[in-house]
């Protein structure tokens, strides 16, 4: 079994696909592809962590998102920086981080004012108001990191 999934692999390397997987790529398209996997898994984070504190440990939605969302945030960082961006516009990595982490700030106000304005005076359940702002939030957080971090 592990011999015909090393010929997959194999045959997956050595196609066009691959580009969108392997080896760094300056391409839009491909890191748009690649982001859309790294917010997959921070948006995971994000929210298992929302739902636990708030619904698991009574924690209040707003105070569970933002420590929820900053935790997401670690995770897309350190997964964007390894596999979606490589070309850097900032070369001190403390303060790219610190780009990093302003542009994650105003998508932690956009997250909070969105779950805010869903849940309590529109009466969506909080998860849903989450779903929505996570919308928003991964479509500035790619934009501003693009162009204020990264070639």
Do not use: C
Not at 1 to 10: E, F, K, Q, T, Y
Not at 26 to 55: E, N, W
Request: no cysteine.
């Amino acid at each position: 079994m592990l011999a015909i999934d090393m010929g997959i692999v194999d045959v997956l390397s050595s196609t066009p696909l691959a580009s969108y997987f392997q080896g760094p790529s300056k391409h839009m398209h491909v890191q748009m592809f690649r982001y859309a996997f790294v917010a997959i898994a921070a948006f995971a984070v994000d929210f298992g962590t929302l739902a636990l504190l708030a619904s698991g440990f009574q924690v209040n939605y707003l105070v569970a998102a933002a420590i929820s969302f900053t935790l997401g945030l670690i995770v897309n960082y350190l997964l964007a920086s390894m596999w979606v961006f490589n070309a850097y516009t900032v070369r001190n990595r403390k303060i790219e981080f610190g780009i990093f982490a302003l542009t994650g700030i105003v998508g932690l106000v956009l997250n909070e004012a969105l779950i805010w304005l869903f849940t309590s005076p529109l009466h969506v359940f909080y998860l849903v108001s989450k779903l929505i702002a996570a919308f928003v939030v991964v479509i500035w957080n790619f934009s501003a990191r693009k162009y204020l971090l990264y070639r």
